[in-house]
């Protein structure tokens, strides 16, 4: 039987079962650090839906396991199996589980490892954090990850530094930064008579969404969709010279280069009789028609009540996926 090369990807939803056992039986570090054992399903589903567990997978077995904790900012385990793991797993495991850091805003990666992973985490790029290791304790070491952003990352370090936002915001929500849209189409005017833009698959399910719903008696609104990196800092901005303080603005707004906005894949919406952007609107028809087919268009509900990303509930902010 032929070799198959090594793959490197995110776990699955679907692999879950499969990672339960080897990591009962090879990481216990991450059931003892971690919830009850009873609670390892519910941690790893978590890590599973941020993205943030990397497998490495040769010829159908896992050669490497890495693990990514958001609220920590640290790789919290790492499993290598002697019989499928190669010399370019390590590199290729952390190369996957850094980009990933840094899709959250990370700008450095933390690790405790034992004395005989030192080495290949030093050849990995990784320093020790402590001046003196203490003897029988794991090594804390961490790397900077600044070099690795891409320049849209980068703009948004600078913006962070700029406006005071916290570096962990992204990790802290569980929101990951955002793509700027390039290609941009006109879908008219919004309620405010302004011109609004979308990536033009979107556009498509937009209008095709807003005419279903108005053959159902509904009117959904144009509040906003497509808004760029610059004009996102500039509501910032603003907030900030009128001396409300970054927290509180943050509890309203999302930070520049995480709002979902400058993908021209999300919409803010109303429908008459109700202003825009207040959680009324969750008691409207529209909303009940949105929750029961906006999904047939490919849009989803962002942030809905009590979501994972502690983000306050906006029932008027959906968001283009993919058509199901």
């Known amino acids: ?26 990481l216990p570090d991450l059931i003892l650090n971690g919830p009850a054992p009873e609670s390892l399903e519910r941690r790893l589903s978590h890590l599973i839906e941020d993205r943030c567990l ?6 159908n077995a896992y050669a490497g396991v890495v693990a990514l904790d958001l609220h920590d900012r640290q790789v919290i385990a790492c499993h290598l199996d002697p019989e499928q793991a190669s010399s370019t797993t390590p590199p290729r495991l952390f190369k996957a589980v850094e980009q990933r850091a840094l899709a959250y805003g990370l700008r450095k990666l933390q690790c405790c490892v034992r004395n005989s992973a030192l080495s290949m985490m030093l050849e990995l790029g990784y320093s020790p954090t402590v001046a003196e290791h203490q003897p029988g304790k794991p090594n804390p070491l961490s790397k900077d990850l600044t070099g690795q952003a891409d320049p849209w990352t980068q703009r948004i370090f600078a913006l962070q530094d700029e406006l005071g936002i916290p570096q962990n915001y992204g990790p802290r929500h569980r929101l990951e930064i955002v793509p700027d849209c390039e290609q941009r189409v006109s879908i008219g005017l919004d309620v405010y008579g302004r011109e609004q833009l979308m990536d033009a698959q979107a556009a498509t399910a937009w209008q ?29 901005r603003s907030k900030l010279g009128k001396g409300q303080k970054i927290d509180s603005i943050l509890s309203v707004s999302a930070a520049p ?19 825009p952007l207040e959680t009324s609107f969750a008691e409207t028809s529209a909303y009940q028609w949105l929750r029961s087919n906006a999904g047939l268009f490919g849009f989803s509900e962002s942030f809905g009540k009590n979501n994972r990303h502690g983000i306050a509930w906006e029932p008027w902010h959906w968001c283009f996926r993919s058509h199901q």
């Open 54 to 59: 990397i497998a490495a997978v040769k010829n």
């Open 1 to 26: 039987m032929m070799n198959k090369p090594t793959s490197v990807h995110s776990v699955r939803p679907g692999e879950l079962g499969s990672i339960v056992s080897l990591i009962r039986s090879h």
């Open 208 to 236: 095709q969404m807003q005419e279903a719903a108005a053959t159902k008696g509904i009117d959904l609104q144009m509040v906003s969709a497509y808004r760029g990196l610059d004009y996102q800092a500039g509501i910032i």
């Open 257 to 275: 280069g995480f709002s979902e906005h400058h993908s021209g894949r999300a919409i803010d919406l109303k429908t008459p009789g109700e202003p």
